[in-house]
């Protein structure tokens, strides 16, 4: 049961983690589309350019897009992840619940079993008296 504890513990650790990560990723997505909207009104206003800043600012912006892009991905895939594991941690919890029912059961079949034992114990001390 500690091991499942600790499995179950570990999971939403690393669910947390994946949390963080994904805010995280989803603050630099803002700051990234920030940027790239910065740079797109930059580009507008600018009139006169040489071609060669001009090719600058277009591998810029491709970057920056490109990095929008990739940030997309990772925090879809983070939500996914976290999905999963909270699926996982449902199914675990799920399954500790009925260990923990069935310990109790076994518990309560004990508790009966020596109860009766007990019982039997003293009868029997009470006949061997007699007998005596």
């Given amino acids: 049961m500690s091991k499942c504890h600790s499995e ?6 690393e669910l947390l983690k994946i949390r963080r990560d994904s805010d995280t990723k ?3 997505l803002a700051k990234m ?16 350019s040489g071609s060669e800043s001009m090719g600058f600012q277009e591998n810029l912006v ?13 925090r879809r895939n983070s939500l996914h992840h976290t999905q999963m594991l909270e699926s996982q941690m449902k199914t675990v919890k799920g399954e500790l619940v009925g260990t923990l029912d069935h310990l109790q059961e076994l518990r309560n079949v004990l ?3 020596q109860q009766k034992a007990e019982e039997r114990k003293a009868a029997m001390e009470k006949l ?5």
């Fill in 62 to 74: 491709e970057d920056l897009e490109e990095k929008v892009r990739s940030s997309r991905r990772y």
């Fill in 33 to 48: 589309e920030k940027m790239l909207q910065q740079t797109k009104s930059l580009m507008d206003k600018k009139t006169e």
């Fill in 111 to 113: 508790r009966r079993s």
């Fill in 26 to 28: 989803a603050a630099e």
């Fill in 8 to 13: 179950l513990t570990q999971q939403e650790q």
């Fill in 128 to 132: 061997a008296a007699g007998l005596r």
